[in-house]
């Protein structure tokens, strides 16, 4: 049984360009979430999907940062005109429910540099 | 939003020696997970550990969720446990499903 996946593993993005990045949650598992790993901030949840639908997006930046989880498909967060600030380590992580007794399983990361 | 506090922050080891982590917590929760940041960068899972005590070969771990705390036991320590070790919960209550909010973690390094 494959685990998460997420690509690109490394992406580097100017300043003022678009970043997608990718996450396929392990078989089975039908909610996603996505993790920000800023140097000096640690670990910081930014959004739970499942499919189709947001469920939380209380960690988003208000603007510029969109995710979605199509019906087909995998997750994508997407960054709009990037910025230094943006760069960081993003973890996608999926369980099969969510809630008590469901444990998250996390990707190996995007490591986005915006130059 | 709950707090996590883990202790200590840094920690320095001999291979073969033992240690203990801690993670203190400030309210009630549905689930605690650990995990280990290798130096590549990779979130490892430990432990799903809302309560009770489990053990994984070298590891074991246990969770006081009356009082608030867990704790990850590393016996006979080696070089490859080296990397930042995090504690994750989702807060109880129901209205967090699915957040998990982590600690600022603990870094291990294990000289030979």
């Known amino acids: 049984n494959a685990g998460v996946m997420q690509n690109p593993r490394h992406l580097v993005r100017r300043r003022g360009q678009e970043a997608r990045l990718r996450c396929s949650p392990m078989?089975?598992?039908?909610?996603v979430y996505w993790y920000r790993q800023l140097p000096e901030e640690g670990l910081k949840f930014m959004v739970y999907?499942?499919?189709?639908?947001?469920?939380?997006e209380s960690g988003m930046p208000k603007e510029r940062f969109s995710a979605e989880f199509p019906k087909e498909g995998p997750s994508i967060l997407r960054i709009q005109q990037v910025v230094r600030g943006d760069s960081a380590a993003y973890f996608c992580?999926?369980?099969?429910?969510?809630?008590?007794?469901?444990?998250?399983?996390f990707g190996p990361g995007t490591r986005l540099t915006v130059t | 939003g709950i707090q996590v506090e883990q202790s200590p922050p840094d920690l320095i080891l001999q291979e073969g020696a033992n240690s203990t982590l801690r993670c203190n917590f400030s309210?009630?929760?549905?689930?605690l997970q650990w995990f280990h940041q290798n130096p590549w960068g990779q979130l490892i899972n430990l432990f799903y550990?809302?309560?009770g005590t489990k053990q994984n070969g070298r590891l074991s771990a246990t969770t006081v969720a009356t009082e608030r705390y867990s704790l990850l036991y590393i016996s006979s320590s080696q070089t490859t446990d080296s990397g930042v070790y995090f504690c994750?919960?989702?807060?109880?209550?129901?209205?967090?499903?699915?957040?998990?909010?982590f600690g600022q973690g603990t870094i291990l390094t294990v000289h030979p």
């Open positions: 992580a999926s369980s099969p429910l969510a809630g008590p007794s469901y444990e998250q399983y």
């Open positions: 078989k089975g598992h039908s909610h």
């Open positions: 999907l499942q499919k189709e639908n947001i469920i939380d």
């Open positions: 309210d009630s929760v549905n689930n």
């Open positions: 550990i809302p309560s």
């Open positions: 994750a919960v989702e807060r109880g209550g129901g209205t967090s499903y699915g957040k998990l909010t």
